[in-house]
């Protein structure tokens, strides 16, 4: 049997598990909405007109690296059409990873939603060249290198998700200490994507599982450099570098994640039936010290520099 027939088998195979992790999801999930925390109506109350209506001002305190940090989150949000797309190409229709697709696009549409109006309402952000990003990623697609192999799918998205949760967390963190909604509508995303990742990390498990050395070997290839969404708009690298060197997410973030991953889906206990499972096996466990090295060779070379964005009024930052 060749590798795309037995990938096919085994997905088909696991659909009962995808189902129960959805009722699982969906029993566990609250739902929220945009107008939760920023209401847009005529009949809004006199405390909450007097709430919007003072939101600039709460918000002018933002430091422009915080900024710089929701911009990227917010990009990264807006890329949902790319993945449902992704979803759709390489797990199929009609079938249960399907319906996934469309509860989980449902759930993570409401983040850029949130996310676009607290920034506008806020004016923290300059919004036309903003929206000229958000524009561009759109258009040029994104198309990894993963060859059509659902299973690097799988692995791509239980650490995205991951690293998205930790991203936005930790930027509520800090604009929390100078805006408090920004800080509960953030915590409200990064718990929805926590559950996403609870879904994707268990069911690449379940690959592991049954076809371990594909699986291994998928998450090879995806583990030790994580691209994220978004990482072609222009000025992408130094948009993530300002949000590393204020401390929100990082190369020891990632480290961290990719830990926690190897932990959950049992790495270190699996007994692949092969000696190319068991190299990958090996492989994947020494990732955590790689990655750490690289993180503090990155940290040592690290000298003060100065940035600006449009998207932040090209206000210079100076960070170390």
């Not at 936005?168 to 995303?189: C, K």
């Not at 929805?192 to 690959?207: M, N, S, T, W």
């Not at 401390?247 to 973030?253: A, E, F, Q, S």
Request: proline residues 5%; charged residues 30%.
């Amino acid at each position: 049997m060749n590798s795309i027939n037995a990938k096919s088998e085994a997905l088909a195979a696991i659909e009962p598990l995808v189902g129960e992790l959805m009722e699982r999801h969906i029993s566990e999930r609250r739902l929220w909405w945009p107008s939760d925390f920023l209401p847009a109506s005529e009949q809004m109350t006199d405390e909450q007109a007097r709430d919007m209506a003072a939101l600039p001002d709460r918000a002018r305190g933002i430091p422009d690296e915080v900024r710089v940090a929701l911009a990227l989150n917010l990009l990264t949000e807006e890329g949902l059409p790319h993945f449902h797309r992704l979803v759709a190409v390489y797990l199929g229709e009609d079938n249960a990873w399907s319906r996934w697709n469309y509860l989980w696009t449902a759930e993570e549409d409401r983040h850029g939603c949130v996310l676009h109006d607290y920034v506008r309402d806020a004016r923290i952000l300059d919004m036309r060249p903003f929206e000229k990003l958000q524009y561009q990623y759109i258009e040029a697609g994104f198309d990894p290198e993963w060859n059509g192999d659902p299973y690097q799918l799988l692995a791509y998205t239980s650490l995205q998700e991951r690293a998205t949760q930790a991203a936005h967390a930790n930027t509520a963190r800090i604009a929390g200490q100078y805006e408090p909604v920004i800080q509960r509508l953030l915590a409200h995303v990064a718990s929805d994507e926590a559950r996403h990742f609870r879904f994707y990390r268990d069911v690449f498990r379940g690959l592991l599982e049954i076809d371990s050395t594909r699986a291994l070997e998928a998450a090879l290839k995806v583990l030790p450099r994580l691209s994220m969404p978004g990482h072609t708009i222009d000025g992408y690298a130094e948009m993530a570098d300002v949000v590393r060197r204020a401390g929100i997410y990082g190369p020891g973030d990632y480290r961290r994640l990719v830990e926690e991953c190897l932990e959950a889906w049992g790495i270190a206990e699996l007994e692949p039936d092969d000696g190319a499972g068991r190299e990958a096996q090996d492989k994947l466990m020494a990732l955590p010290a790689r990655l750490d090295k690289l993180a503090e060779l990155l940290e040592k070379r690290t000298k003060s520099k100065t940035f600006s964005f449009q998207v932040v009024y090209h206000r210079a930052m100076e960070l170390g």
